[in-house]
C-alpha cells in the first residue's frame, strides 16, 4: 500500500524547499484549467511508457482532481519498484480549498 499526505503537508514542503516530486497525472485539458506550480505533468494513460521521466530517487508525491486517479498511480509507481510514493488526499479540489482559492475549481 502507498502513504497519502494532504494538502497543509504538501504546502510545507514547499515552503521548506524539500526535494521532491510533484506528479499531475490529469489530462491535458484539466492542466490547462488549472494546476500547482512547480508539479511535473504526465498523464495517468501515458504514465506505464514514461516511467524513466521520474527520478526512483525522490519522494513522489502523485496529484489528480480528486484523490482517485492518484492512488491508482501510486499503486502502479510501487509495483514498479518507485520506493518512496504518497498520494496527494483531495487533489487539486483541496488545494483550491485550502491553499490557493485562487485556482479555478472545475
Known sequence: MFKEIDVIEL???????QDFILLDVRNDQEVMVSNINNSIHIPMNQIPS??????????????????????????????N???????????ILAWAKHIDNSIIVY
Do not use: M
Open 11 to 17: 504546502n510545507k514542503k514547499f515552503k521548506n524547499k
Open 50 to 79: 514514461r516511467l524513466d521521466e521520474i527520478d526512483k530517487s525522490k519522494e513522489i508525491i502523485v496529484q489528480c482532481k480528486s484523490g482517485k486517479r492518484s492512488a491508482k498511480v501510486c499503486k502502479f509507481l510501487i509495483q
Open 81 to 91: 519498484g518507485f520506493p518512496d510514493v504518497k498520494n496527494l488526499t483531495g487533489g
